[in-house]
């Protein structure tokens, strides 16, 4: 959710400056601006809608500077208006912000008591306020900011530029990410690595509460008792390549076949092939002593969790709570003593998640964390991390770090049973033999892509689509249609085949395709009786299923996908494939934005 970009260069900085705003479309927005210091003045220029609109303005009205602001909005408070974009300026201040200021009603009721003027509905233009005012009242910027933090309550990540001032600028979080690159007489601010990535790849996270001042000499940190501290100095590995779609026509379908590799190189982090084990790395409890789990995530990483769920339960024997994490906090769950929460979250920044983690945190339990970015918030504040390996992901739609976090999850569900003595040598051998299969198997079933293509545009018509499916493929129906959801704007809903009978067969007209998630197996008879039942009252059904349940299936389907035959841990991993791919390709029949579907964003940062 938004983006955040400061530069101190050594040369003109605006177009440096949209680039890396580029670099973070993917996480969402719906306007953009910059901010540029030169000649004594703040020269701003925004827009609303895609970049090339901010590049348009530009290019009629140019933002000379070395230094400069630049950020992607997401809205929040105020609609997505150019008045409503960042930057937000006074005559002295500039700043871009990220996150929410939950306070800040108040606070603008007493600037306004006092004189000051609004241009827009925002909370952020609140806090270039309250700086400036600072600022007019003869205090340095570092003194302003110092004065105005404590102020804010919420969940912020900010970069200020200040009119005086052309050669500094002043970040601060408070439960939004933000780093700091340094370079050869150039220094940065970044929501991300993935901004700075062609700009530096020595770059600082910033801890909780932090504020920096940064100079083109380098960076001056301080915590939030506003004592100066060093923060480590790492290299990225992040390159500029990493946003590049090469032959691809979007991100999400780069992302789509990337998967066997990543899957692959996430689970060499986890399983020594040789001695056919499961590796996790050290941790500093006793996993064997862990008698109940509880899961929190959002959105696709839910559905992850709930997969997880079936393993935990079906493995370890070990009971498994699972809630969304926006919900979590608010029911004021039952947190035994010893128990294991586990947050599951793609950036590790997700705001409602990582307030779950804390409330967890402080009722006492241990803290595991499968996590794509191991820098992040919530993988710093773990007892237990665990790093998937899919690498950046553009596309907002979650595909490949939805696969390598089940990667993740079904390593540990194997570990933890063989902790808890619920599983031999023997059978362990016989798990870790089918995760290395699971990249060549991903691979068999992007396979079918062209088939899948083909047969996009019977849903694309459609207004509503049912996806149908049992055991560990009921999350899968549940993430599959909310993969149509989020990029072909269809509506669509997935449910337990066995509750079809129970209210939504009320749903089933011709018009109304059904996807049945079914391999053959133990469930694939039930399956086919529910599925069997919307044949009967005139439902288009899509069976997504191996050779032989298709064959035993019969006829009367509309359309059949093949994947191919596996065992029934790796399953999940395999059938994402085909929901995945038919999401995007009745997308792009349809004409919408694949990877920046409307109003949605990468990295949820607000409750």
Same mark, same amino acid.
Request: glycine share 8%; proline share 5%; net charge negative.
């Given at each position: 959710?938004?983006?955040?970009?400061?530069?101190?260069?050594?040369?003109?900085?605006?177009?440096?400056?949209?680039?890396?705003?580029?670099?973070?479309?993917?996480?969402?927005?719906?306007?953009?601006?910059?901010?540029?210091?030169?000649?004594?003045?703040?020269?701003?220029?925004?827009?609303?809608?895609?970049?090339?609109?901010?590049?348009?303005?530009?290019?009629?009205?140019?933002?000379?500077?070395?230094?400069?602001?630049?950020?992607?909005?997401?809205?929040?408070?105020?609609?997505?208006?150019?008045?409503?974009?960042?930057?937000?300026?006074?005559?002295?201040?500039?700043?871009?912000?990220?996150?929410?200021?939950?306070?800040?009603?108040?606070?603008?009721?007493?600037?306004?008591?006092?004189?000051?003027?609004?241009?827009?509905?925002?909370?952020?233009?609140?806090?270039?306020?309250?700086?400036?005012?600072?600022?007019?009242?003869?205090?340095?910027?570092?003194?302003?900011?110092?004065?105005?933090?404590?102020?804010?309550?919420?969940?912020?990540?900010?970069?200020?530029?200040?009119?005086?001032?052309?050669?500094?600028?002043?970040?601060?979080?408070?439960?939004?990410?933000?780093?700091?690159?340094?370079?050869?007489?150039?220094?940065?601010?970044?929501?991300?690595?993935?901004?700075?990535?062609?700009?530096?790849?020595?770059?600082?996270?910033?801890?909780?509460?932090?504020?920096?001042?940064?100079?083109?000499?380098?960076?001056?940190?301080?915590?939030?008792?506003?004592?100066?501290?060093?923060?480590?100095?790492?290299?990225?590995?992040?390159?500029?390549?990493?946003?590049?779609?090469?032959?691809?026509?979007?991100?999400?379908?780069?992302?789509?076949?990337?998967?066997?590799?990543?899957?692959?190189?996430?689970?060499?982090?986890?399983?020594?092939?040789?001695?056919?084990?499961?590796?996790?790395?050290?941790?500093?409890?006793?996993?064997?002593?862990?008698?109940?789990?509880?899961?929190?995530?959002?959105?696709?990483?839910?559905?992850?969790?709930?997969?997880?769920?079936?393993?935990?339960?079906?493995?370890?024997?070990?009971?498994?709570?699972?809630?969304?994490?926006?919900?979590?906090?608010?029911?004021?769950?039952?947190?035994?003593?010893?128990?294991?929460?586990?947050?599951?979250?793609?950036?590790?920044?997700?705001?409602?998640?990582?307030?779950?983690?804390?409330?967890?945190?402080?009722?006492?339990?241990?803290?595991?964390?499968?996590?794509?970015?191991?820098?992040?918030?919530?993988?710093?504040?773990?007892?237990?991390?665990?790093?998937?390996?899919?690498?950046?992901?553009?596309?907002?739609?979650?595909?490949?770090?939805?696969?390598?976090?089940?990667?993740?999850?079904?390593?540990?569900?194997?570990?933890?049973?063989?902790?808890?003595?619920?599983?031999?040598?023997?059978?362990?051998?016989?798990?870790?033999?089918?995760?290395?299969?699971? /990249?060549? =198997? !991903?691979?068999? @079933? *992007?396979?079918?892509? #062209?088939?899948?293509?083909?047969? +996009?545009?019977?849903? %694309?018509?459609?207004?509503?689509?049912?996806?149908?499916?049992?055991?560990?493929?009921? /999350?899968? =129906? !549940?993430?599959? @249609? *909310?993969?149509?959801? #989020?990029?072909?704007?269809?509506? +669509?809903?997935?449910? %337990?085949?066995?509750?079809?009978?129970?209210?939504?067969?009320?749903?089933?007209?011709?018009?109304?395709?059904?996807?049945?998630?079914?391999?053959?197996?133990?469930?694939?008879?039930?399956?086919?009786?529910?599925?069997?039942?919307?044949?009967?009252?005139?439902?288009?059904?899509?069976?997504?299923?191996?050779?032989?349940?298709?064959?035993?299936?019969?006829?009367?389907?509309?359309?059949?996908?093949?994947?191919?035959?596996?065992?029934?841990?790796?399953?999940?991993?395999?059938?994402?494939?085909?929901?995945?791919?038919?999401?995007?390709?009745?997308?792009?029949?349809?004409?919408?934005?694949?990877?920046?579907?409307?109003?949605?964003?990468?990295?949820?940062?607000?409750?």
């Amino acid at each position: 959710m938004c983006g955040i970009i400061g530069i101190i260069g050594k040369d003109q900085v605006a177009e440096r400056l949209v680039d890396g705003l580029r670099r973070m479309e993917y996480r969402g927005y719906d306007s953009a601006g910059v901010c540029t210091v030169e000649g004594g003045q703040l020269i701003r220029r925004r827009a609303e809608g895609k970049l090339a609109n901010l590049v348009k303005e530009l290019a009629g009205n140019p933002a000379p500077g070395t230094v400069g602001i630049a950020h992607t909005r997401w809205a929040t408070h105020g609609a997505p208006t150019t008045s409503n974009a960042h930057p937000h300026a006074t005559a002295e201040v500039a700043l871009v912000h990220n996150g929410i200021i939950e306070n800040f009603k108040p606070l603008r009721e007493g600037l306004q008591a006092r004189g000051r003027t609004f241009e827009s509905e925002t909370d952020t233009e609140v806090v270039a306020h309250l700086v400036s005012e600072q600022v007019e009242a003869g205090k340095s910027p570092t003194e302003a900011v110092q004065a105005i933090l404590p102020a804010l309550r919420g969940a912020f990540a900010l970069a200020i530029a200040f009119r005086q001032h052309p050669d500094l600028l002043i970040g601060a979080r408070l439960g939004s990410p933000l780093v700091v690159g340094y370079g050869e007489g150039e220094t940065f601010l970044g929501s991300d690595a993935l901004a700075l990535a062609p700009l530096t790849q020595r770059i600082a996270y910033l801890d909780e509460g932090d504020w920096v001042v940064i100079t083109r000499d380098g960076a001056q940190i301080f915590d939030s008792e506003n004592n100066p501290v060093e923060r480590e100095v790492t290299t990225s590995g992040v390159t500029a390549a990493a946003v590049e779609k090469g032959n691809y026509r979007h991100f999400m379908q780069k992302e789509i076949f990337e998967q066997p590799t990543v899957v692959a190189q996430t689970l060499s982090s986890y399983i020594r092939p040789l001695e056919q084990t499961v590796a996790l790395p050290q941790m500093d409890f006793d996993l064997s002593a862990i008698d109940r789990i509880t899961i929190v995530a959002c959105g696709t990483s839910f559905y992850a969790g709930m997969v997880a769920k079936y393993w935990f339960e079906t493995f370890a024997r070990v009971p498994v709570d699972i809630d969304v994490a926006s919900e979590f906090r608010y029911r004021d769950p039952v947190l035994q003593p010893g128990g294991l929460a586990l947050f599951i979250s793609q950036s590790g920044e997700t705001a409602d998640t990582l307030a779950a983690l804390r409330h967890c945190k402080a009722n006492g339990q241990t803290i595991a964390v499968v996590v794509n970015v191991p820098t992040s918030s919530m993988a710093r504040e773990a007892d237990l991390l665990l790093p998937t390996h899919a690498g950046p992901e553009i596309g907002v739609a979650s595909t490949k770090a939805f696969t390598c976090q089940l990667a993740v999850l079904a390593a540990l569900a194997a570990h933890l049973a063989l902790k808890k003595g619920k599983l031999s040598a023997a059978e362990e051998r016989e798990i870790v033999k089918h995760l290395v299969e699971a /990249p060549a =198997a !991903l691979n068999a @079933a *992007l396979a079918h892509d #062209e088939d899948i293509a083909a047969m +996009a545009h019977l849903i %694309a018509p459609a207004r509503d689509v049912l996806y149908l499916g049992r055991g560990p493929d009921y /999350p899968l =129906a !549940l993430e599959g @249609a *909310l993969k149509l959801k #989020e990029i072909s704007y269809i509506h +669509a809903e997935g449910y %337990a085949s066995g509750e079809m009978k129970h209210g939504p067969i009320a749903l089933i007209d011709e018009a109304v395709p059904v996807i049945v998630l079914a391999p053959s197996g133990p469930l694939f008879e039930k399956t086919v009786s529910n599925m069997q039942e919307v044949m009967a009252r005139g439902g288009k059904v899509v069976l997504i299923s191996d050779a032989d349940g298709i064959a035993e299936a019969g006829d009367g389907c509309m359309a059949t996908i093949e994947m191919p035959k596996v065992h029934p841990l790796i399953a999940p991993l395999v059938y994402a494939v085909p929901v995945q791919l038919l999401a995007y390709h009745v997308a792009v029949a349809k004409g919408t934005d694949v990877d920046q579907p409307r109003n949605l964003a990468k990295s949820v940062t607000v409750e």
